[in-house]
């Protein structure tokens, strides 16, 4: 077995197998060396001057690194690879997509290769070893370029997980648009429609709210009602006796813990004989007839029970 220095061994450990040629010959390998090592078998050309060792098994993540490695240092993963690798999706492409900034016009066979004037260098990260895209720029590299259903559940996995928040998005978009550009208005369109961008204030939300229930004649019997055996707890609206409805705005319910204390103080107030209908702030604007009948048709059954008990 021909002899491999260190520094060539510890690259190809800490790059999934693969080792570029002018980092093995800066390792201290000859070009006669490394013709020996491809002519034996021990070294495998994946493109031009990238190599992988036949000591490593193939893998997504070494096919991805290795379109990088042969497109040069001014690539990176992107688009639907890099949705993959920051765990946004749960498929890596069948090609690696990576990019490049325009007017650079590198070669790699079996990759897609994504020449962009917007690509930014200084807005990548690493993950696994690989220079990608951050998830902001994922986010709007893949509007209007992928199926709305997939960019939805990108989008969720990526506030889900925190990657990104949708303050940040909301400040991305206003950064990069562009002419030539339209995708991001579907972006904006998405995190809008879905009540997590561009939700009003209690005071507003509260407000509609109300032209709601007296379009559908919902009755409010109390507002910012106070209720708990200590006075703890504060609900939106109590419609009779015993029935209560809370609106959330993203803004102000969005986070885990918020979610938490939400739904603690909610369950306090059900152990205590509460019945509490939740809606969003999407809900109550997009969906008002159905939030309307679901209210009425819970109280009507909620009377009905309360007369049964009389």
Same mark, same amino acid.
């Given at each position: 077995?021909?002899?491999?220095?260190?520094?060539?061994?510890?690259?190809?450990?800490?790059?999934?197998?693969?080792?570029?040629?002018?980092?093995?010959?800066?390792?201290?390998?000859?070009?006669?060396?490394?013709?020996?090592?491809?002519?034996?078998?021990?070294?495998?050309?994946?493109?031009?001057?990238?190599?992988?060792?036949?000591?490593?098994?193939?893998?997504?993540?070494?096919?991805?690194?290795?379109?990088?490695?042969?497109?040069?240092?001014?690539?990176?993963?992107?688009?639907?690879?890099?949705?993959?690798?920051?765990?946004?999706?749960?498929?890596?492409?069948?090609?690696?997509?990576?990019?490049?900034?325009?007017?650079?016009?590198?070669?790699?066979?079996?990759?897609?290769?994504?020449?962009?004037?917007?690509?930014?260098?200084?807005?990548?990260?690493?993950?696994?070893?690989?220079?990608?895209?951050?998830?902001?720029?994922?986010?709007?590299?893949?509007?209007?370029?992928?199926?709305?259903?997939?960019?939805?559940?990108?989008?969720?996995?990526?506030?889900?997980?925190?990657?990104?928040?949708?303050?940040?998005?909301?400040?991305?978009?206003?950064?990069?648009?562009?002419?030539?550009? $339209?995708?991001?208005?579907?972006?904006?369109?998405?995190?809008?429609?879905?009540?997590?961008?561009?939700?009003?204030?209690?005071?507003?939300?509260?407000?509609? $709210?109300?032209?709601?229930?007296?379009?559908?004649?919902?009755?409010?019997?109390?507002?910012?009602?106070?209720?708990?055996?200590?006075?703890?707890?504060?609900?939106?609206?109590?419609?009779?006796?015993?029935?209560?409805?809370?609106?959330?705005?993203?803004?102000?319910?969005? $986070?885990?813990?918020?979610?938490?204390?939400?739904?603690?103080?909610?369950?306090?107030?059900?152990?205590?004989?509460?019945?509490?209908?939740?809606?969003?702030?999407?809900?109550?604007?997009?969906?008002?007839?159905?939030?309307?009948?679901?209210?009425?048709?819970?109280?009507? $059954?909620?009377?009905?029970?309360?007369?049964?008990?009389?």
């Amino acid at each position: 077995m021909t002899y491999t220095p260190d520094e060539a061994k510890k690259t190809i450990r800490r790059q999934h197998g693969l080792v570029t040629r002018t980092q093995a010959l800066e390792a201290g390998l000859s070009s006669r060396q490394i013709a020996t090592r491809l002519k034996n078998g021990q070294w495998i050309q994946v493109h031009a001057g990238v190599y992988r060792s036949a000591d490593h098994a193939a893998s997504s993540e070494q096919s991805l690194l290795a379109a990088c490695l042969g497109a040069g240092p001014g690539s990176a993963a992107s688009h639907m690879s890099a949705a993959w690798l920051l765990g946004l999706w749960d498929r890596a492409p069948s090609r690696p997509e990576i990019s490049v900034r325009y007017p650079l016009h590198p070669r790699v066979a079996g990759v897609t290769i994504i020449r962009s004037r917007f690509f930014d260098l200084s807005r990548t990260i690493s993950r696994s070893g690989i220079r990608t895209t951050d998830g902001l720029t994922v986010l709007s590299d893949l509007a209007g370029k992928v199926a709305i259903s997939k960019l939805t559940s990108i989008l969720d996995r990526a506030i889900a997980t925190r990657l990104v928040s949708v303050a940040a998005i909301d400040a991305h978009l206003m950064r990069v648009r562009a002419p030539g550009r $339209s995708g991001l208005s579907q972006l904006h369109d998405l995190i809008v429609t879905r009540g997590l961008s561009g939700g009003p204030p209690p005071s507003v939300l509260e407000a509609e $709210s109300l032209r709601l229930f007296g379009r559908w004649r919902v009755p409010v019997i109390g507002r910012e009602v106070v209720m708990g055996a200590d006075g703890r707890y504060r609900i939106d609206f109590l419609v009779a006796e015993g029935f209560a409805v809370e609106v959330d705005g993203y803004a102000y319910h969005w $986070s885990p813990e918020a979610k938490s204390r939400d739904e603690s103080r909610r369950n306090q107030l059900r152990i205590g004989g509460l019945f509490i209908l939740v809606y969003t702030w999407r809900d109550i604007h997009y969906d008002a007839e159905r939030v309307a009948l679901e209210i009425l048709s819970a109280l009507r $059954s909620h009377m009905d029970g309360q007369e049964a008990h009389k």
